[in-house]
Every structure is written in C-alpha cells, then in structure tokens.
C-alpha cells in the first residue's frame, strides 16, 4: 500500500485521526494474544524477525546523511506503510531531524510551516536560542562530553551563484582577496569580542543580583514576599510584554513602552541574553499558568522507543525481544519529551472545546433561523436517501473544511468523525428535517436506480470550480455573522484591486461593517489600511465619504479601538507624497476627535497637526490642518496646553497663504476663544497678550513699521470681538433675569456686523437667538438707564481695553493707510457688535476727550497735536460711521469742518484729514457728505480754510463719479480759481489736473484746459514763481495719463515755453527750483509715445534748453540731458528711414508670414522620426 504523505494534515488534526486508529491497533496488538498480519511480501524495509522493535522513526544509531543507515523518506515509508489511517507527527519528524544534525532541513521544514500558518514549539524554541549556534572556541570537547542538540555549528561557505559572483575578486589583482578575507577576519573579532563583553557585564549583574541562599529560602518559604526580579528576568519579560502589545494591535503603548526601556532592542530575542531560547507568548504562559509545562530546552541525543501497542497491527511479524533499560539520564529525556506532548495534547484539548462551543452556537443559530432559510438551500435529503455509503467514500467536489464548520458548504456533505450526542443529534435531525420540510427548497426526486459511485462521477462533469480561493468561496455559504465577516475579511483584499479608481468609494460601506465586526485585529488592521489607501488621490466627494465612513466606524467601536487602529493609519499616511492623501488625514484628525480619548487627543493627535502645519508645503492640507486644529480646540479640557494653542493660532496667522489664515478666522480663533472663555482667560490673557505684542511692534518699528505682523495681531483682536461681547452679556448682572417665553422681537439684520463663519455669530456662541434677543433688552436698559455698576466683565472693556486701544492708535503713522483701515475696521466691528447706547456713551467720549474739538481750540492760533495723528481718521471713520442715519452724519460732518478749519488755522500738516478723505472716499455712500464738507471749506471766510478745500478736491476726484465732478467738484474749483488770494487760485491747479487725467467728457476738459490756459498766458501771471512750480509739477503727474491730444497740443508746447522762458531768469534760485521740476517733467514724458512733429518742435527744443540751464547749474544733470536729447534725435531720424522703407518692409514681411506659414504646417505634419525632419530641407524634385 503505498505511503502517506505525513505533511498533509496539521498536528492538531492528526493527533484526532491517531487517537480513534491506536485503539483499534491497541486491540490488536500482540500484547493482548491477536497475532498481526504479515507483513505485505512486496515491502522492502518490513523488519526482520530479530530486528529491534520500531521506534517510531527515532534510531538510536547516528548514521552520516551519506546513506549508511535508513535514510529519513525509507523511514517514514516503512512506518506508515500498511495503514493509510496511520499518520507521523510533524513534531516527530522535527525531533528526528535535530537528533541526526539534519539542521538545514529542519529549518526548511520550520520556514515551511510558519509559511502555513503552523509554527511547531520544538523547532521554534531550538531555532530562537542562539547558544545552538555559536562557533565553539578552543579545543574540541571530549569524546564523552554531552553536546546540545545542534553542536558546534560550523559557519558554511556560502554557493557562489551568477547574481553573487564578485568577478573583481577573480581579476588580476591577486591580492585583493586576501586583502578582504583579513578584513572579514577582522570584523568578526570585533563583534566576537563584543559579544564576550556583554555576556560578561551580563553575568556579572547577574550575579550581583543573586541573594544569599539564606534569603532565597526565606522567599521560597513564605510566597507572600516576593523575590527581587533579576536583570535577565526583567529584559525577557520585557519582550515578552513589547511582542504581546504589537500582537494585539496596541501599537503606540508599544511605542512607549520601547522608549522607556530604550536600553533593550526588542527586535532581537539574542539581545535578551545567549544562550536563551525564546519562551512562549504571554497568552500561552497565561492559559498554562495553573499546570507547569517544562519545555524540551535541554535536548540530548537519545533514542526513544514506541510502545508495541501503538503501532498498527501489520507493521509487527513476531513479539520483539525486550529492550535493555535506559540508563537514568536517558529516562529523564523521555519523561521530559512526555511532558510535552502532554502540554501539547493539552492545548488541543482547548482548542477543541472552543470549537464545539462555537459549534453549539451555530446550531443555536440555526434553530432560531431554520423558520426562514435562503431560498437557494439545496436538498441534502436527496443525497442522503440515495447515497447510504459510509463517510469513507468521497465526493468528489469535495475538499477538507477549512473553515471550523463556520459555512453551509455545497461541495459535499460529509458525516462526522465521531459519534455525536444523541440528544444533539436529534435535535439537528429535527431542524433539518424543518429545513428539508420546506416548499422552497424541495427538488423532484428521480425514479432512478444509479449507483452512488456512478451519481457523482456523472455530476462531477457539472465543471464546478472548488480547488481555488475563489472556488472555495463560492462553494460554501455562511450561516452566521461572525462567518459572513471572515468571508469578507478574505475576499475584499482580492476584490478592490480589480475595482475602477472611480468606483472604489462604493466599497467604503463593506470595508468599513467587515473592519468593524471581525473578530481579528490583523485582518480589521489590513481592512483599514486598505481603506486609507483605496483611492490613491480621492477628490473631495470621495475623502467625505471616508471620512464618514470613519466616523461611523468610531461611534461603533469606541475610543480605545480609534485610538489601536484608526490613528496608527493616520499617523502612516503623514509624510504621503499625494496631497490628497495628507489631506484626508488632517481631516480625520478632526472628524475623529470628539471619539478620541481626552489624553491622546490632546497629545498625539496635537503633535501630529502641530507637525504638518510646520512641514506640509501644500496650502489645502494646512488648511485642513487648522480647521482641524479647531475642533481640536473645541474639545480639549487640558488647561496646560493654552500657551500651545497661543503659539499655533499666531504660527497659523502668519502663513503666506490666505486660504490658511481665513481658516483660521473662521474655526481655529474661535474655538480656541470658547476654550479662554471657559478657562476665564479670554480678558485676563488673551486679549492682553495680542495687545503687548502690537505695543512691542510700535516701539521697534518707529521708522519702519512692519505692517503685516500688525495687520496678523490686529485681525486676531478682531475675530475675537464676538466672543467678547458674548463673555459680557453671559457675565451681566441681568443674565439671571432673562425670559425666553412671550413676545421677544427678532433682531434687526444690520444689529452685528456679517460674520465670517458661523463661529464667530454671537448667537451661535450664546446659544440661540431667542436667548440673544431677551439679553439684548436687557443690555440695552441697563447701559440707558441703570449703568455699569457691578458689571465687572464690560468695566473691564471700558476701563482698560478702550484706553489702551485709543494709545495705541495715537502712535500709529498716519501716513500708512494700511493700519488706518485696519485699525477703522477694528473699531467699527467693536461700535457695531456692542451696540448704539454704547458707543454713544463710552466710546465717543473717551475719543472726544483726546481730541478736544471746541470752539476755543477752533479759534486757536495753534493746533491741537493729537490731529495730526491717526486718531482723526480712525474716530471718523471707525466710530463715526457706525450708523447712518441723519444725526450720526450731521456729527461726522461737523467733525471733520473743524478739524479741517483747526489744521488750517493751526497751519499744521493735513495728512490725518487727507487720511480721512482717502478712507472715506473709498465708499460711494460718503461721497455726497464730502463733498458738503468741501464746499463749507469754499465758503470759508479765511484764505488758509479755501486752500485746504482746494486741495482735498485733488483726493476726491479720482473716487468720485463723473456726474458729480461735472455738477459739484468743477463748479467749486472754478469758483476758487478767481479767488481773491493767489495762493487760493494756485491751491486748484494739482485739481484741475487731476481731472485732466480721470475725467473722459470732452465739455469738461475744455474748461480745465481753458482754466490752465489763463494761469499761463494771463500776463498778471508771468512772474509767479510758485505758480509756474504748480503747474510744472502738475504737468509731470498727470502728463502721461493724460488723453494724447491733450498732451501734444497743450502740455508739451508750454513745457517748451517755460524752459525758453526759463534761460533768461536773472534770479538764480528761482531759475534751479524751475529747472529741477522741468527735468522731472520731460523725465516723466520721455516714455510717452510723441509725434514726430511735436517731437521735433517742441520735446527736442524743451530738452536743449534745460540743457543750457543744466550746463551752468547742475552738470550732473547735463549729461543725463544730452543722453536724452540723443536718443530723441536717434529717435527721429530712424523713424524718418521707417517711413522711406515702409511699403518694403510691408512687402516684406508678408513674405515672411506666408514663408513662415508654410513652414510650420509643413512642421506640424511630421513625425518624432529623425529621418523625415531631415526630408523637410531637402530640395524637391
């Protein structure tokens, strides 16, 4: 009978299969008086009649490997042949393997079944201890010294193949290689050495922590006192610990527990100690705590006889002599290698519990589900009625379980082993005969007399596929959910490769329930991981879809599995090269973390964001990173990490990109000021420190101010303005007494200003706006009419926050208009979020006691200093404009009349008021309202207040309508142009030009033109100095903006007249300051395109006689002159040469397009191919 192949069932299954066998040969054995059958006459290797009895493949002979005794293969045939029943432990195999030195096949033999799944104890714990492989030093042992099992190992040349053949070792250079051995030499000291030096410090602590015997027999004595642990103890517990967290997917508790015992290398068992094998798993010591389990650590060469009972019957011809007795050593080994298979048969007898338990669940199941089968059941009655064979007879189909009895398998029904419970088993024959019972899954039975045998080898031409996976799975069908999620757990790693890119999120729903409901952690590992990398650059529809997925999947599972296997994913995908990819984890980070514990939410996944928003380059991911760090804000409860999230909002505020810094206005800002507000630090030090650092910036950049930090701190303050106000109306003395039931009015629309996000609206942060509007009635009587008594939060808006502000803006440029409008846009947002009444009665005041406009300061002969600062512009257009109605613009009004008369007067500088102009000029809604200002100005009775108004029409031109510059601004600078005064009728010229270079209606710039003409050519005008200097300088402004005609027929020909003018002024002071702003000027007008008339009767002449004047005043000035008189005159005469040649050059260039035109299509027709680009140019034939 032929051999059966002992590597085709586990341990577990053949120990099942033997035990029922050896009772059945036990019976016929020839202890009990039943002679065996002989032997078969075919069987070389069947023993001889004094041959020693069999035991069990494990001779007591060491034979060479060279074939002197039996070899293994004729071993394993002689003691399996006669019984295909009978099957050879792999475990036996291995102990044979290690006895006659077979290491290398032995090791296959281990890396085969690790492979499968199967690790076998012996191989693994001979294998991980390295004392079976060290090279042994010195003089050999002696021959009656006992070697472990593997002996001294020597090191194997390794087989040079053709991949690791080093052919520079085989040149010339002879002595190169010895050259390298020396150097392998040499390295392998070192490490010996090094390796000898440990062992030693090893020993020696080793031996420091052994106590006196005295002590160990008091803690063997009394088990309540605890023996010190020792260092070899500590490190082998400590892998043991570290390899159960990584096992049980609690990978970042590993991680710490790596580095606070960073002195240890837990990828290493040999780190441990030599000579150490690795022992079992911390599960497995747990479940064999109560029984010891002496594992075969101690191994000797040694033969171990099999008792003549357990051998099948036709393997013994004759009663065998009686073997000598082992000596004592030798009994020790056997009773040890008992002992373990013990242990062995011990674990199995758990694991066969476990599955009947799983197996009574099923029928459980199947009970309670047997009222409503699938309709696809087939009928196993059929094949039971007709095929009464026994279960030695095979299907066909069939193929082993693989599946512990978990699947409705369709391959084939086979009987059980062993005889079942016959209650059990009546119960299962009534539920199956309730499932067999049903219409739906009856099938016609045929009236045929088939053989079995012959039945199924009929069926088996049906083509069914079942020696795959894939077959496998298709033939069998689950019966329960924990079935249905290993399914899953097998067959979606295969399926998602095969799905489209842009179908993948469909997949989302199965990966997320199979990684939710199945019962191992490397399979929901590998489930998750294939959901973060499922579409490798998802859009955002797809990383929504995931990201709900994930937050499904934690509300299922809980924090402490987010926290095992939803982070460890993130935390891979950080460093992605995709984008995409790093976007999707900044977004989980926050959608997971309300699910996250409080610890790991505001550490690990912290640092993770804090990481990308300092490292990631792509604007979209750090955008994510601080709404994320928003919600994040949103649930932290560590009061420690405030000065953290300080540094991140200012880190974030700073970022180049726009879409980041909007981000963090709408969800990081005011997170983290709900967080202050809990914390009763938004007042305290918030607020504070935004305002310190705008202070600091004020005093270092005197001179140079840098614009963007404060524009950073000032937009802060500004976003947290609503959480400000929240804080005041939740902390006032009426809170309490406010009512949400009756009629509440709604608040108006235009009551706050449009908020940035939802975050930032002040009924969102309060709750409703049902609670909004009852607080607001009381706020507004209480600031009317009870006051502020008590109320400590608004004291301290009105008492430190408001005066600090107003410093603040007091030594701010007021030439920089950046912080003009930023600062004018703080202070509206704060007027228009607390309220008319307060505005009205605590702001305005502060400002009006700084800027004391009264009528003895009107009248002064000197001005007020703080209206020169920014504190003007910032209070008219910060606090002014608030509300709109009549008496809030009568108020404006007036204020800026006397500031401008004040400045006037005063003879002060005008750029606070020109500040004013400028930011109010901006909204057309106060364009009227400037306007009226201007024209009291027009109307004053001092020549100082008309001059002003005649130069802020300048300002307002460019912003306002031509409709209105027609109707209002031309009529006032007419009329100020036959002002009395000189320098009034001078003060309109820069206006004037202005609408010389805005204003496109040919009327009105023929009055401006007509205007400018009577400065210039009005005779009461030839000797005003300062006149001549307006226009000039008027000239240069709005010269290369203006319309062309203007500026060759009018402009140019009296530039030229002044510079001629110019030549003949006696007084030299008089004659530099014209020259100076002349050579401005033409400076300005040369990169104008001018005709060649003009250039030649006017430009050219110009420029020659600033040159003359240039000579004697200013030489350096001269040579930049004659530079550009040369160029003018190189100007003329190549454009006189253009137009000689310009119907050849039109001809020409024709040519040339239609030249290059055929050329390129001639291009566009080839191909990459070399060959017909050189045909291009070759000559047609």
Request: proline residues 7%; aromatic residues 6%.
């Amino acid at each position: 009978m032929a051999s059966v192949n002992p590597f085709n069932l586990s341990d577990s299954e053949e120990e099942a299969e033997r035990r029922p066998n050896e009772t059945v040969d036990t019976a016929r054995s020839p202890r009990h008086g039943a002679p065996g059958p002989p032997p078969p006459p075919g069987n070389p290797f069947s023993p001889p009649a004094d041959a020693e009895p069999p035991t069990l493949l494990l001779s007591s002979n060491r034979t060479s490997p060279s074939g002197e005794g039996i070899s293994l293969s004729a071993a394993a045939s002689s003691a399996m042949a006669g019984s295909a029943e009978t099957r050879v432990s792999v475990d036996v195999i291995a102990a044979q393997l290690l006895r006659d030195q077979y290491i290398l096949t032995a090791l296959e033999l281990h890396t085969e079944l690790l492979e499968g799944g199967r690790e076998l104890p012996r191989l693994r714990d001979y294998f991980s201890n390295p004392g079976n492989f060290e090279r042994q030093s010195g003089t050999p042992p002696a021959k009656d010294q006992v070697l472990g099992p593997g002996g001294p190992l020597n090191r194997a040349n390794s087989i040079s193949t053709l991949d690791s053949l080093d052919f520079a070792r085989y040149s010339d250079d002879g002595n190169r290689e010895s050259d390298e051995r020396v150097a392998v030499l040499e390295f392998e000291l070192r490490k010996a050495r090094d390796t000898i030096q440990a062992l030693r410090a090893n020993l020696t602590q080793a031996a420091e922590s052994e106590g006196p015997s005295q002590e160990r027999k008091n803690f063997k004595s009394s088990p309540e006192i605890q023996e010190p642990i020792r260092p070899l103890e500590k490190r082998a517990l400590n892998f043991l610990v570290n390899e159960y967290l990584l096992k049980n997917e609690c990978k970042l508790s590993s991680i710490t527990f790596s580095d606070e015992n960073d002195d240890q290398d837990f990828e290493l068992w040999d780190d441990v100690g030599l000579n150490i094998p690795k022992p079992p798993d911390l599960l497995h010591l747990y479940r064999n705590c109560g029984t010891p389990l002496s594992s075969p650590r101690s191994m000797a060469d040694v033969s171990v006889g099999m008792d003549l009972g357990d051998l099948p019957g036709n393997c013994i011809t004759q009663d065998p002599p009686k073997k000598p007795d082992l000596s004592q050593q030798q009994q020790n080994e056997v009773v040890q290698e008992l002992e373990y298979q013990i242990s062995l048969l011990d674990n199995e007898k758990q694991s066969l519990a476990e599955q009947i338990k799983k197996l009574q669940s099923e029928i459980q199941t199947l009970k309670r589900t047997v009222s409503s089968p699938p309709p696809t059941t087939l009928d196993l009655s059929s094949q039971n009625t007709s095929n009464p064979c026994s279960s030695s007879t095979t299907d066909p189909l069939s193929v082993p379980p693989t599946d512990n009895g978990k699947y409705l398998d369709i391959r084939g029904v086979a009987e059980p082993e062993s005889a079942p419970d016959p209650a059990s088993t009546q119960k299962t024959s009534q539920s199956h005969n309730e499932l067999k019972s049903r219409p739906a899954v009856q099938f016609d039975k045929p009236n045929r007399k088939l053989s079995p045998a012959f039945q199924q080898a009929l069926l088996s031409f049906c083509r069914m596929c079942s020696d795959s996976r894939l077959g496998a799975e298709v033939s069998r069908i689950a019966d329960s959910e924990e079935s249905v999620m290993l399914m899953l757990g097998r067959c979606l790693p295969h399926i998602v490769p095969n799905v489209l890119l842009a179908k993948r999120e469909e997949l989302i729903p199965l990966i997320l329930c199979t990684a939710c409901l199945h019962p191992e952690p490397k399979e929901r590992d590998q489930l998750l991981h294939i959901l973060f990398n499922l579409i490798k650059r998802p859009d955002d529809e797809q990383r929504q879809m995931i990201l709900t997925g994930c937050v499904a999947f934690a509300r299922h599972v809980g924090p402490t599995r987010v926290e095992a296997e939803l982070l460890p994913q993130c935390w891979e995908q950080i460093n992605h090269k995709y984008p995409e990819r790093r976007l999707l984890v900044a977004e989980s980070c926050g959608a997971l973390a309300p699910y996250l514990p409080k610890e790991i939410r505001s550490s690990l996944v912290l640092s993770i964001l804090q990481q990308m928003l300092t490292e990631d380059k792509a604007d979209m991911v750090r955008e994510a990173v601080v709404k994320s760090l928003g919600i994040i804000m949103g649930f932290i409860d560590d009061a420690d990490k405030y000065s953290q999230g300080f540094e991140l909002m200012l880190m974030s505020l700073g970022d180049p990109s726009e879409r980041v810094v909007s981000a963090v206005h709408q969800v990081f800002i005011p997170a983290f000021a709900a967080w202050t507000t809990e914390l009763g630090t938004l007042q305290s030090a918030l607020i504070p420190s935004l305002l310190a650092r705008i202070e600091k910036l004020l005093m270092q950049g005197e001179h140079s101010l840098d614009e963007h930090k404060l524009h950073v701190f000032l937009s802060a303050l500004q976003s947290l303005i609503p959480p400000l106000f929240a804080v005041v109306l939740q902390n006032a003395p009426f809170t309490s007494r406010a009512k949400l039931h009756g009629d509440i009015p709604a608040i108006e629309v235009t009551r706050f200003p449009r908020p940035a996000s939802p975050l930032q609206d002040v009924a969102t942060i309060i709750g409703s706006r049902e609670t909004l509007s009852a607080l607001l009635l009381l706020y507004d009587h209480q600031l009317e009419h009870e006051g502020t008594t008590g109320w400590e939060s608004l004291l301290w808006v009105v008492n430190q926050l408001l005066p600090l502000l107003i410093d603040i803006v007091g030594r701010i440029n007021v030439s920089s208009s950046t912080c003009v409008h930023e600062f004018s846009r703080f202070f509206w947002r704060l007027c228009r979020t607390f309220g008319k009444i307060f505005t009205n009665t605590k702001v305005k005041p502060q400002f009006q006691e700084i800027l004391r406009l009264s009528e003895e300061d009107v009248d002064a002969s000197v001005g007020n200093g703080i209206l020169t600062k920014a504190t003007v512009p910032i209070y008219a257009t910060g606090v002014l404009t608030c509300y709109n109605q009549d008496e809030d613009r009568k108020l404006l009004v007036g204020f800026l009349e006397d500031v401008m008369t004040t400045l006037s007067l005063s003879h002060a500088p005008l750029d606070s008021l020109k500040a004013s102009f400028v930011e109010l000029g901006a909204n057309p809604v106060y364009h009227e309202l400037l306007l009226t200002v201007l024209w009291y100005g027009v109307v004053h009775t001092s020549a100082l207040v008309r001059c002003t108004a005649a130069r802020m029409f300048e300002l307002l031109v460019k912003g306002v309508n031509e409709t209105l510059v027609a109707q209002r601004v031309a009529p006032a600078l007419i009329t100020l142009s036959s002002d009395p005064e000189i320098s009034v009728r001078i003060s309109t010229i820069p206006a004037f030009g202005t609408i010389m270079e805005t204003v496109t209606q040919k009327e009105l710039l023929e009055r401006v033109k007509m205007q400018l003409a009577s400065f210039l050519e009005d005779p009461q005008y030839q000797d005003q100095h300062s006149l001549h200097m307006e226009i000039i300088r008027t000239f240069g402004r709005v010269g290369p903006n203006a319309e062309p005609r203007f500026r060759d027929d009018f402009v140019l020909p009296h530039l030229h007249k002044l510079a001629l003018g110019n030549n003949s002024q006696s007084v030299e002071s008089k004659r530099i300051d014209i020259a100076m702003q002349l050579f401005e000027a033409y400076s300005a007008l040369s990169c104008c395109f001018i005709s060649e008339d003009v250039m030649i009767n006017h430009f050219l002449p110009g420029l020659r006689c600033l040159r003359t004047d240039m000579e004697q005043l200013s030489p350096e000035h001269e040579v930049i002159l004659s530079s550009m008189v040369k160029e003018c005159e190189i100007k003329v005469e190549n454009r006189g040469m253009a137009d000689a040649q310009g119907s050849m050059s039109i001809a020409s260039s024709l040519v040339g397009e239609d030249a290059k035109t055929k050329f390129l299509s001639k291009m566009g027709q080839l191909t990459t191919s070399g060959a017909m680009l050189a045909n291009v140019f070759q000559r047609k034939k």
